[in-house]
């Protein structure tokens, strides 16, 4: 398996192909990008797998970076997120040359045990988000509720992302959640953890489950068209969340078409979205729907 040794110098120039089907291992994070526009192309879904707990995909808060075409496996110990884009407290404006994460995918298990607090982490302003799936394993090598552990899906701290095609499926704990201003989110897609063992493992404070996609309560503006939340609890059924999405109710936030559906009755929603919208019920498989909130 070709390693960080292979991958630091094609890593420090303009652009970087990684070509699959190989699996990349690294024992550092394999790309440090502080060069503004880089490029770094998968071809043949080229694997990145982080060693030792390191951040396998790391860009600095610089423009123009463009990540594609590849995948990035979780390895056995557990790794602080598997790709972040600019450090914590990224504020630069880089609305003139944005940096773009475009078919990139990202797993937690699947392949053999892995574990990552989260998957994606965006702190820098202005990044696209355009064709990504973020999961943690519900089936393959690896696969339980403490052997792929995997809290967090994608956090979002920086301003004006938007995001297009987001997959964000079964981490143990908040799938998405949103931090920074002014985020736009085309077409959300999700499936809760359906390997949760019973309601406690899920439970939230006074709140029964995390949310799908959670936007902060200390955010002003924000808005999400044709978001989708659903449950198939096939390991304890009676398991129950309250909403599937959870945001401030503020006059700059906006949701438009969101809906949660039980597959069969493996588990329920309360409600859509906050404490609105009906709940799911029976084996039916129908969606509850809300059209625009609020």
Not at 286 to 294: E, L, N, Q
Request: with cysteine.
């Amino acid at each position: 398996m070709p390693t960080d040794a292979w991958l630091s110098p094609v890593a420090s120039a303009s652009s970087c192909r990684l070509r699959g089907p190989l699996k990349y291992s690294a024992r550092s994070s394999a790309e440090r990008s502080s060069r503004r526009s880089t490029v770094v192309l998968g071809l043949g879904l080229a694997t990145l797998i982080p060693d030792d707990g390191v951040t396998a995909v790391k860009v600095a808060d610089v423009g123009g970076v463009r990540l594609a075409g590849f995948l990035v496996d979780a390895g056995p110990a557990e790794s602080p997120a598997l790709v972040e884009i600019g450090p914590p407290g990224s504020a630069a404006d880089h609305s003139a040359d944005p940096t773009s994460v475009q078919d990139v995918f990202i797993r937690i298990g699947g392949a053999g045990p892995g574990r990552a607090d989260h998957g994606l982490v965006v702190n820098s302003d202005d990044v696209l988000i355009d064709h990504t799936w973020i999961w943690r394993a519900d089936h393959g090598d690896g696969v339980g509720w403490e052997t792929d552990r995997a809290d967090h899906g994608l956090a979002v701290n920086g301003d004006d992302v938007p995001a297009a095609g987001l997959f964000v499926e079964h981490f143990n704990k908040y799938d998405v959640q949103w931090y920074g201003e002014r985020g736009r989110t085309i077409f959300f897609q999700n499936e809760k953890a359906y390997d949760a063992p019973n309601q406690a493992a899920v439970q939230n404070g006074s709140t029964r489950g995390y949310a799908a996609y959670r936007v902060a309560g200390s955010v002003d503006v924000h808005e999400a068209w044709g978001v989708g939340s659903y449950c198939n609890h096939n390991v304890d059924p009676t398991i129950r969340q309250d909403h599937g999405f959870q945001t401030p109710v503020k006059p700059g936030i906006r949701f438009h078409h969101a809906l949660v559906v039980s597959l069969g009755g493996n588990g329920q929603y309360d409600h859509v979205i906050n404490d609105t919208g009906a709940p799911t019920s029976g084996t039916c498989t129908i969606p509850s729907v809300v059209v625009s909130y609020p």
